[in-house]
């Protein structure tokens, strides 16, 4: 590393837990965010700024004054203007040494596996079902981790799947297929502080998978209660008859 950057992330390698090896390792990750929006802008954020090699951003949408109450990575200026273009050039002004790929594009099933192919890990901060399961699909066939988040009123939860392990549970043997009724965001609420807080805690668990400390949420679920102000953390396990990864 360069003078420059043992100041950058000084903080970082201080730590036992990550180190210069381990710093190393981040500026060397390659990253995929799907969605650029309340979970995608501070995990992205938060990634460029521990030095994520590489990040892709894969949005299709453009910036609504209705989002600024919680997606912190835009401003008013930013109204009408593409999501991963506008968050692509924020993450390179906060982090010259991090290099980052925007497509202005829906994730499909049919083109998930071109856009997220060539990554370490993927995280998944999308608002629909369809769009989880395509993410989901493209991580099995990839072998790729994939890091999840979501959330809507005052709740959240994260988790992490470790599609590399033939054993592990994917994000299907969770959620099978779309609970009927779903809301979304749009409609039900969510208070604006708790994407920041899911958001950061998917980009916390990409930091730990890449240098290897602690001990990420691979196979587990954290659920966030911000009313109540408190979480716990359920393990998951393979479905047998899960639609994506059963055999």
Known sequence: MTPEQVKRYGRHIVLREI??????????????????????????????????????????????ISNLQRQVQFDSADIGKAKASVMAGRLMALNPDVSVTAHKARLTRGNAQDLLSNHDIIL??????????????????????????????FNGQVAAFDNRAAHAPCYQCFVPKAPQGAQTCSEVGVVGALAGMIGSM???????????????????????????????????????????CSN
């Open 19 to 64: 180190g210069g090896a381990g710093q190393a390792d981040l500026l060397a990750a390659r990253i995929a965010i799907v969605g650029a929006g309340g979970l995608g802008g501070p995990a992205g954020l938060y990634l460029a700024a521990a030095g994520i090699g590489h990040i892709t951003l894969i949005d299709d949408d453009i910036v609504e």
């Open 124 to 153: 998944d901060g999308t608002d629909s079902f369809e769009s989880r399961f395509a993410v989901n699909g493209a991580a099995l066939a990839l072998k790729t981790p994939l890091v999840s988040g979501a959330l809507g009123r």
């Open 202 to 244: 998917m980009a916390m668990e990409a930091v730990k998978i890449i240098t290897g400390a602690g001990a990420p949420l691979l196979g587990r679920l954290y659920l966030y209660d911000a009313l109540g102000a408190q979480g716990r953390t359920v393990s998951l396990t393979k479905d047998p008859s899960c639609p994506a």
